[in-house]
């Protein structure tokens, strides 16, 4: 009996071994499209930021340094990332109400730029 072969069968099964050079190239885009991710990210989040930090400036008088420290101070003492404190700040906007810690933390961060003011 007479077999007959396919032309797949005939090829011999290709197996692809990156170079040394396609993997180093292949790293290179996976890091750059991490580092791409995390710009997009932080561009994001920069402008709530800079709102939170612009009603904390008009809630109280004070530097945009001054309160960049008080949502700081709120992150750190509340555990919560900073854009997530300005984010919530933020909603306020629109209705929204500030969870108690982050509440309690504003009122001591603007009683602590008022009674830096009077002095």
Same mark, same amino acid.
């Given at each position: 009996?007479? $077999?007959?072969?396919?032309?797949?069968?005939?090829?011999? *099964?290709?197996?692809?071994?990156?170079?040394?050079? /396609?993997?180093? !190239? #292949?790293?290179?885009?996976?890091? *750059? &499209?991490?580092?791409?991710?995390? !710009?997009?990210?932080?561009?994001?989040?920069?402008?709530?930021? /800079?709102?939170?930090?612009? +009603?904390?400036?008009?809630?109280?008088?004070?530097?945009?340094?001054?309160?960049?420290?008080?949502?700081?101070?709120?992150?750190? $003492?509340?555990?919560?990332?900073?854009?997530?404190?300005?984010?919530? *700040?933020?909603?306020?906007?629109?209705?929204?109400? *500030?969870?108690?810690? +982050?509440?309690?933390? !504003?009122?001591?961060? !603007? &009683?602590?730029?008022? #009674?830096?003011?009077? &002095?």
């Amino acid at each position: 009996m007479h $077999h007959l072969t396919t032309p797949r069968e005939e090829q011999p *099964l290709l197996t692809a071994v990156p170079s040394a050079d /396609d993997a180093a !190239l #292949l790293a290179e885009v996976v890091e *750059l &499209r991490t580092k791409n991710k995390q !710009l997009e990210q932080a561009l994001a989040s920069r402008a709530v930021i /800079d709102q939170a930090r612009g +009603m904390v400036m008009a809630l109280a008088p004070c530097s945009s340094e001054r309160a960049w420290e008080v949502l700081v101070d709120m992150s750190q $003492h509340c555990n919560v990332k900073l854009r997530a404190v300005a984010t919530a *700040l933020v909603a306020t906007t629109k209705n929204e109400t *500030l969870p108690e810690p +982050m509440q309690r933390e !504003l009122r001591q961060g !603007l &009683r602590r730029l008022h #009674l830096a003011d009077r &002095r």
